[in-house]
């Protein structure tokens, strides 16, 4: 009996082995952990949706036995790409819309057009993605040609910056618009006292208001199909900047279910109903939801000419665009949300929209502070008031590739003196010492990568121009990531949850099919997602 005693404990440590206390291991990887010294592993552990160990896949092996092991072939592994500012519902349902983009005029543009309601046969016409800086000319389109295809049916096509449309007249009328009419922080165009059916910034809102709100199917829609092609590109978290509040319950319900992973978080509209909700709940922090601010408009787009400059547009003169609200409720709303944990995000595009704001800012952040107001977009900042970002910790929140699409046709808004010093990421950067990045998606494409190699490199997708526009504000590869991980968390709050592979943190992690720390930077836009995980779930595969 004596001599069964070493077999008995031998099966004793075996099955005690065999004990299951992990949920998956990837291993064969370089993992690129972005954690405060930069450090790469091999090897990383999930548990219950959390990260529980890094390092070296022997150790970790011998440690753990998890019920599913990845073996990562080599290939690099980053943390979950986070997207800090991004329209994501409004891409969801341009989905479902005319897709306008990239068409080179705007006879082919109309022609999209009548394809899609030949096919869609019910209700209004509604696209997205025009942008007349393509097209020969580049001058705003004119109604005429919508009014002949639609001349009972409403038409309204949004600009690919979403700060202008052009609506036919069963539309404007609908909308009650007419020649002349004007309106605060917005543009209605009247030529020769006819109207042209362009509308800019808030404008565009007399008309969206009278289209039927989307159902709940549709809805959902949106939301499932953003989602679908947003892990694709190996995003697991969006800030969604500027949602009504209605949006909440949907969001949360549909996450509930499992069936919306995306990690989102929202910045509720600047609207009268938000501030209620607000009063009423408070700020909402979930795992996957998180609703603690406030978006507002300061002005409009530099390519619909809704900016507002310190000086007159160089292509228009006499023009310098408009704010779009006036300066007290800016001050009205600081102030109130100053006494609160909510955060101000406040769009800024121009250079004196973005000197108003950051002086409203200032005045009542009164210096360093840890509110983490945001100032979205922050394209043209005067570099005399550079300064306001780093006095009161105000965060720039940029989008790199807005600045490789519109360099072709931002000096002739701007002028060479104002161009030079717009768009300077590495400046902004070097303000807090740190810097979240977005892509401001439907406006520009969803995929983080893109955003990476154009804040690396400074050249669109043809590789132009070769040495790159304005080099000298391009950042550091690891500073780029970190602007998509780590920094981006860090701007929503959440730097303790995600933006690492580090112990502790939500298992959200993709894997790539080349390294983007090491390739050549003209490989970069043709890297690939293989996988992407949230809560160490793999919620996408490559086919």
Known sequence: MKKLWPLALLLITACKKKEFNADLLIKNAVVYTVDSAFTTADAFVVSSGKIVAVGKAAKLEEEYLAREVVDAGGKAVFPGFIDAHSHFYEYGLGLQQVNLKAITNWHTATDSVQAFAQRNTEGWVIGNGWDQNLWPGKKFPDKARLDSLFPMRPVLLSRVDGHAAIANQAALDIAGIKPGQKITGGEIETINGKLTGVLLDNAVGIVTRKIPAADDQAIQKALLSAQHNCLAVGLTTVDDAGLPH????????????????????????????????????????????????????????????????????????????????????????????????????????????????????????????????????????????????????????????????????????????????????????????????????????????YTFYAAVTRKDLEGHPANGFQADNAISRTEALKGMTLWAAKANFEEKDKGSIEPGKYADFVILDADIMRISPSQLPYVKVLKSFINGEKVYEKK
């Open 246 to 449: 209605t949006m909440i319950s949907t969001i949360s319900q549909l996450q509930k279910k499992g069936e919306l992973k995306m990690r989102m978080y929202v910045m509720l509209a600047d609207r009268p109903a938000s501030y209620d909700y607000f009063a009423k709940n408070g700020i909402l922090k979930t795992p996957q939801l998180s609703v603690r601010a406030i978006k507002m408009y300061a002005d409009g787009a530099l390519g619909s000419r809704g900016a507002c400059l310190l000086q007159p547009y160089a292509d228009q003169p006499g023009w310098s665009g408009f704010l779009l609200s006036d300066q007290q409720h800016f001050k009205d709303v600081a102030q109130k949300l100053a006494k609160t944990d909510i955060q101000l995000c406040t769009h800024a595009i121009g250079d004196s929209a973005n000197r108003v704001m950051l002086k409203i800012y200032a005045d009542v952040l009164k210096g360093k502070n840890d509110k983490r107001w945001r100032i979205e977009h922050a394209q043209v900042v005067s570099p005399e008031d550079l300064h306001y970002f780093g006095d009161n910790n105000i965060i720039p929140s940029v989008q790199p590739t807005h600045a490789t699409s519109d360099m072709y046709w931002a000096g002739k808004r701007l002028g060479d003196d104002r161009l030079k010093t717009a768009y300077a990421y590495k400046k902004l950067l070097q303000q807090n010492g740190w810097l979240p990045l977005g892509t401001d998606f439907p406006v520009e494409h969803i995929n983080p990568l």
